[in-house]
Structure formats: C-alpha cells, structure tokens
C-alpha cells in the first residue's frame, strides 16, 4: 500500500507537496487543475516497468496504453527541458524483506520501503541523474542506497548508508546505466561482493506496480453478448472490457465485508451492492446454451417483473459495473485508480458508492481469511460521495485516518494540492471557497428574487437592496 506520494515538475505540477494516502485516497477540484495527472504519472510507471525495453526511462504508452503522455517535453513542467522531473514515494510491503551481509554477517530487515529518483534530459532522450532505496521497519530507517549520474559526465556511482559494500577484486569498469527509471544494473552485484540484495529492490518495486490496476473515466458500452473461454483475466481492463470476464472468474470466490460477518459468493456481492444502491431489483450472468462460450447479462428493476438484457437499463449501471466487479476482483494487496466512479449515477447511487468503498477496504477472503488490503486512490467529482464518508466517520463506521481527501486548484500558472482536514466527526476544517459551488449564495439569491418579484406582483415598490 502506498504510504506517501511527492511528484515535482511533472506537467502543472511543480511540486505537489508530500501527498499522505490512506485506503480511501480522494483527489477532488477543478478542471485541468492536474488532478488526473497523479494517477497518470503512477500508471506511466506501471507501463514502464512492465515494458520489455529495459533501456527506456519512462514509457509514456501508445494507443492501446492507460494513457499516452507523449515526449519528456510534454511531460516536463512547462515544458522546460532544463528542468528535471522528481519523485519520491514510501511504500507497505506485503512481505517483510530480509537479508544476510555476506561479509558483516548483519541481517537487515524491514516491511516499508522508499524510492527516489530525478529524471532529466539531454535534449534527446531522458535519463535518470539519480534514484534512492530506503528500507525501513516500524518507520525505523535500516539502510539506504542508492546510484547517482557523475555531473557532466555519463558514469555513475553507487553508494549506501548503514551499509558497506565492498568491491570485488579485478578492474573497475564503469556502471551501467540504471534499468528503466528504477533498477539497479547488473554490474553493481557483479562488481561487489555484497551486493546481492539490490536484486531483491528491484523485485520489491515490480510487485509494487504489478500490483496496481486502473480504470478510466468512460467504460465500454453494454453489450447482448459476452465471449469467455474461461480464461482469468488480470483485472476489469482500463476502460471495463473484462468486467464480465473477470466476474464470472471469480464465482466461486467467497468475500466478506468485514471481521465476523457472513462470506458471501462473488455474485451475491456484487447482486446486493447494485441492489443497495438503487440500480436493480435482481442481477444474474447466464451462458446462452451448454454449447457455446457466450453470456448474457440480465437485470430485474425495481419497477418491474420482467428481465432484460443489461444495454437496456439505464447507462449508469453499465458504467459503475466495472468499478464493483474490480474492486471485490482484485487479489489481495492490491492498489486500485480509478477516474469518476460515480459518472453517470444519480445522487443516492453516488452516496451508496461511498458504503461500497468502504465495504472494500474492510472485505476478507475466504480462502485467507485475512483483510484484503486493498487500496483505493479515487479522482471524483462527487460531493454526495464525499458527504457519505464524512458521515460514516461520523457514525464510527470508518476511523478517519482510513480516508485521506486532497483538493485541486490552480494557483497563478501553478497546480496547487490541499489536504482538507478531516476530524473525528467528519467535518471539514479547511472547505475550500465554492468546494461545490455556492449552494448558499444560490439558495439566498433565489429566496430574494423570489421575494422581488412577488412584491412586484403586488405593486409593492422595493428600493436599493431591500
């Protein structure tokens, strides 16, 4: 689980200030106030440690990518390729790591790691001028180290703190370039005879990406049919297209949605939340016939007896679809970016959203019977979301620190993050000015126009702001 997220000169940010994350991560504000762009910049991460080409910095995607970024320029902070893009980020993992100093004997362990790194060009391509590994256990730092770009020259130099490697005998050719933005090359295990766990760095940054999945802000459109072979995919897919896929997957999975409550198959979770939140009466995926791999998705409404297939309900269900079957779907330790997922819901659906979420951070697994440790790091527009959490914390159903909420601005050329401090009974000490709009100033707007034109109405003469 992310722990705390700092981006500099990565397009309208200069700087974001040291983001601080919890389950529920909220990023809310104006409109190209840079708020998509965190969740980018994690995914264009993600592309580029899953990218085959070990020699590319940062992979910006294609087409068929989460997104498309384009050149360093475009990404660069005003587009200023004498600026270098900087990030930082401090990370939960799953498993504690844990090694042997082959010459000291000293075993180092830890369960949170951080990462740096500083990314500039040199007008054609970027590279990395400097990246960082700290380990830590119980916020107690146990070693660093890290490998930094000689200034004016290609070389690079690795060193540690609390920790002393130790050359291996023979010559000493320069070091590699670092693998992508992030990895140790192979020549500083090969020119050290300690050097080993640099490997396992590496490792513990893939697992942190692997385990990071996205879903846009437009979902495919409903279809009569759906092909599956049976096949489990890795997530929704970013726009949903594997929402029924990955549903009919996981039927056999059992979840419950808190310690000591009942488990529940997959379809029934899904069915019931669907149910809470106003949008159907009863929910099922059938196979068309034993002979063929194709389903169809049916749905009772409320307001009648009969079926339909799923592209005839309203628009909402199919786009909020997707956001539940990934968010029970996921495994265990997942980290999940989502972009708008309430588009398209009426406000009680969008409130009932927020119990959702909540539900996912707290859902066991059967087969573990542990906390599935999901993250959520949402992009919203929803005041009835954010006002259903603020509630919840209120009523103890969710501590605060489990929800942590940012607002968007544009400050001058500048994006600018600020942390809405939450308390104890959910409100709101620093609401930003027209958060929401001015629903005050409209309703004492409306009241005095209202009043005008019915003294008017009565020939009642009004003078100055009376």
Same mark, same amino acid.
């Given at each position: 689980?992310?722990?705390?997220l700092?981006?500099?000169?990565?397009?309208?940010?200069?700087?974001?200030?040291?983001?601080?994350?919890?389950?529920?991560?909220?990023?809310?504000?104006?409109?190209s106030s840079?708020?998509?762009?965190?969740?980018q910049?994690?995914?264009?991460l993600k592309?580029t440690?899953?990218?085959?080409?070990r020699?590319?910095?940062f992979?910006?995607?294609?087409?068929?990518a989460?997104?498309?970024?384009?050149?360093?320029?475009?990404?660069?902070?005003?587009?200023?390729?004498?600026e270098?893009?900087?990030?930082?980020?401090?990370?939960?993992?799953?498993?504690?790591?844990?090694?042997?100093?082959?010459?000291?004997?000293?075993?180092?362990?830890?369960?949170?790691?951080?990462?740096?790194?500083?990314?500039?060009?040199?007008e054609?391509?970027?590279?990395v001028?400097?990246?960082k590994?700290?380990?830590?256990?119980?916020?107690?730092?146990?070693?660093?180290?890290g490998?930094?770009?000689?200034?004016g020259?290609?070389?690079?130099?690795?060193?540690a703190?609390?920790?002393?490697?130790?050359?291996?005998r023979?010559?000493?050719?320069?070091?590699?370039?670092?693998?992508?933005?992030?990895?140790?090359?192979?020549?500083?295990?090969?020119?050290?005879?300690?050097?080993?766990?640099?490997?396992?760095?590496?490792?513990?940054h893939?697992?942190?990406?692997?385990?990071?999945?996205?879903?846009?802000?437009?979902?495919?459109?409903?279809k009569?049919?759906y092909?599956?072979?049976?096949?489990?995919?890795?997530?929704?897919?970013?726009?949903?297209e594997?929402?029924?896929?990955?549903?009919?997957?996981?039927?056999?999975?059992?979840?419950?949605?808190?310690?000591?409550?009942?488990?529940?198959?997959f379809?029934?979770?899904?069915?019931?939340?669907?149910?809470?939140?106003?949008?159907?009466?009863?929910?099922?995926?059938?196979?068309?016939?034993?002979?063929?791999?194709?389903?169809?998705?049916?749905?009772?409404?409320?307001?009648?007896?009969?079926w339909?297939?799923?592209p005839?309900?309203?628009?909402?269900?199919s786009?909020?679809?997707?956001?539940l079957?990934?968010?029970?779907?996921?495994?265990?330790?997942?980290?999940?970016?989502?972009?708008?997922?309430?588009?398209?819901?009426?406000?009680?659906?969008?409130?009932a959203?927020? !119990?959702? /979420?909540? =539900?996912?951070? *707290?859902?066991?697994s059967?087969?573990? @019977?542990k906390? $599935?440790?999901v993250?959520? #790091?949402?992009?919203?527009?929803?005041?009835?979301?954010?006002?259903?959490?603020?509630?919840?914390?209120a009523?103890?159903e969710?501590?605060?620190?489990?929800?942590?909420?940012?607002?968007?601005k544009?400050?001058?050329?500048?994006?600018?993050?600020?942390?809405l401090?939450?308390?104890?009974?959910?409100?709101?000490?620093?609401?930003?000015?027209?958060f929401?709009? !001015?629903? /005050?100033? =409209?309703?004492? *707007?409306?009241?005095?126009?209202?009043? @005008?034109?019915? $003294?008017?109405?009565?020939? #009642?003469?009004?003078s100055?702001?009376?």
């Amino acid at each position: 689980m992310l722990e705390t997220l700092r981006i500099k000169n990565f397009k309208a940010w200069k700087d974001t200030g040291t983001i601080e994350m919890a389950p529920i991560t909220l990023f809310f504000g104006e409109n190209s106030s840079g708020k998509s762009s965190i969740g980018q910049f994690l995914m264009m991460l993600k592309q580029t440690a899953a990218s085959s080409d070990r020699r590319i910095v940062f992979y910006p995607g294609r087409d068929d990518a989460a997104v498309q970024l384009g050149s360093f320029r475009e990404m660069v902070y005003g587009r200023d390729l004498s600026e270098e893009i900087e990030f930082e980020y401090r990370w939960s993992s799953p498993n504690t790591l844990s090694f042997k100093d082959p010459i000291s004997e000293r075993i180092y362990s830890g369960d949170k790691l951080d990462f740096q790194a500083t990314i500039a060009s040199n007008e054609k391509i970027p590279f990395v001028s400097g990246l960082k590994y700290g380990l830590f256990k119980a916020d107690e730092s146990k070693l660093s180290v890290g490998m930094y770009r000689e200034e004016g020259k290609a070389n690079y130099e690795v060193n540690a703190d609390n920790y002393e490697l130790t050359r291996s005998r023979g010559r000493a050719w320069p070091l590699g370039a670092p693998i992508r933005f992030y990895g140790f090359p192979d020549e500083v295990v090969a020119y050290h005879q300690n050097a080993d766990f640099v490997r396992d760095l590496n490792f513990q940054h893939e697992q942190l990406f692997q385990s990071i999945s996205y879903l846009g802000p437009i979902r495919t459109k409903a279809k009569r049919l759906y092909s599956w072979t049976g096949v489990e995919p890795e997530n929704v897919g970013n726009s949903g297209e594997n929402a029924i896929a990955a549903f009919l997957a996981a039927r056999r999975r059992r979840i419950n949605l808190g310690a000591n409550m009942r488990y529940k198959s997959f379809d029934e979770i899904i069915a019931s939340k669907l149910k809470e939140m106003g949008l159907i009466e009863k929910f099922e995926v059938q196979a068309i016939s034993d002979q063929r791999q194709e389903f169809e998705v049916r749905l009772r409404t409320r307001l009648s007896k009969d079926w339909v297939d799923l592209p005839d309900v309203g628009f909402g269900i199919s786009q909020v679809l997707p956001v539940l079957v990934q968010c029970f779907y996921a495994p265990r330790d997942s980290i999940i970016i989502m972009e708008q997922p309430e588009i398209h819901l009426h406000p009680r659906a969008q409130s009932a959203l927020a !119990d959702v /979420m909540i =539900d996912v951070i *707290k859902s066991q697994s059967k087969e573990d @019977r542990k906390c $599935r440790n999901v993250q959520l #790091i949402i992009e919203t527009h929803s005041e009835h979301f954010l006002r259903r959490l603020q509630r919840r914390i209120a009523e103890e159903e969710i501590e605060k620190d489990k929800v942590s909420a940012y607002f968007a601005k544009i400050s001058g050329k500048q994006s600018k993050l600020e942390k809405l401090e939450i308390d104890a009974f959910g409100n709101i000490r620093n609401w930003p000015e027209h958060f929401f709009g !001015d629903e /005050m100033g =409209d309703i004492m *707007k409306q009241t005095k126009s209202a009043l @005008r034109r019915r $003294r008017e109405q009565k020939g #009642i003469t009004l003078s100055g702001d009376e």
